[in-house]
């Protein structure tokens, strides 16, 4: 098993960037494909970000291609969430996932989650 921890979340104007960060503990770190969702109340869970096992390959929601970056450090345990120009449709708690065989878009095969980080984007 492995636990998600994220931090970095908070209160940005529009236009303006913050870092999320995952770490992670238990088994090990680089045998997961790591991704990031999102949701915004009353809404489902979107997907943003996911990066492969060893960080070589990414996938991104269109909403947020270009804007945002998703990178990992499998020495540190921790995946990362760069959000750029930030957009007040990008406020949603933000949640970290992992999961050792699926690398893709669909929540429902991610196995492990995190507790979320609530990001609030004010225009």
């Known amino acids: 098993q492995v636990q998600l921890v994220e931090s970095g979340g908070g209160l940005v104007q529009a236009g303006g960037s913050l870092r999320l960060s995952c770490a992670a503990s238990?088994?090990?770190?680089?045998?997961?494909?790591m991704g990031w969702f999102r949701q915004a109340p009353g809404k489902e869970r979107d997907f943003v970000a996911a990066i492969s096992w060893r960080g070589d390959s990414t996938l991104y929601a269109d909403s947020v291609k270009g804007r945002f970056t998703i990178s990992r450090d499998n020495a540190k345990n921790t995946v990362y969430l760069q959000m750029n120009s930030l957009k007040s449709e990008d406020t949603a708690v933000y949640y970290c996932?992992?999961?050792?065989?699926?690398?893709?878009?669909?929540?429902?095969?991610?196995?492990?989650w995190g507790q979320g980080t609530q990001v609030t984007v004010s225009s």
């Open positions: 996932t992992a999961d050792l065989k699926y690398y893709g878009n669909y929540y429902a095969n991610y196995d492990y």
């Open positions: 238990g088994r090990t770190f680089s045998s997961y494909v």
